[in-house]
């Protein structure tokens, strides 16, 4: 975080808000309302074990959505052609740790770490890691511009399948 003044408190409120209020629609399955969160320059990348330092232009990720293939996973997810979807995950997610920085233009970029439990058939599956976002205005708060779920562990440790969105 060098560099970048750290954000003032109502904005690190306000991120976390924010933030609390996107895990909320996830775990609730109102994927419409989520979807309406992202800027139409959305990017959203879950890099694959290891490789979040590497560029995600020439490395493998184990999801980079932008705006079209993000609006196609969540109309996949809400029917029943999502195999790995029918049921439906239940999932619970913990964000914590927190942390915005302002930044010119009025974007912020955002650190938090995750905890996301997912119950499906009877197993429960446990992702682990750090989100990073970039956040941008828009008419009735923020929009997300950037979003990397970056995961401490492989897939395989998680259930071997990653069908929700993170």
Excluded at 52 to 76: A, C, E, Y
Excluded at 120 to 140: I, M, N, S, T
Excluded at 151 to 160: Q, T
């Amino acid at each position: 975080m060098t560099g970048i003044a750290a954000a003032p408190a109502t904005l690190q409120h306000d991120v976390e808000q924010f933030l609390y209020r996107e895990a909320s629609l996830l775990d609730e399955w109102r994927l419409d309302e989520w979807f309406a969160l992202m800027h139409p320059e959305v990017e959203y990348r879950v890099p694959a074990p290891g490789s979040d330092h590497l560029d995600p232009r020439h490395t493998l990720q184990v999801i980079h959505d932008n705006h079209t293939r993000l609006s196609g996973r969540v109309t996949r997810l809400k029917s029943k052609h999502a195999h790995a979807e029918s049921p439906h995950s239940r999932t619970r997610r913990f964000v914590t740790n927190v942390r915005a920085e302002a930044q010119e233009g009025g974007a912020v970029v955002a650190h938090a770490n995750f905890h996301v439990m997912r119950t499906r058939l009877g197993q429960l599956d446990h992702f682990l890691g750090a989100y990073r976002y970039v956040l941008v205005p828009g008419a009735e708060g923020f929009l997300v511009r950037e979003r990397v779920a970056t995961l401490d562990h492989g897939i395989v440790e998680a259930g071997g399948t990653v069908s929700i969105i993170l």
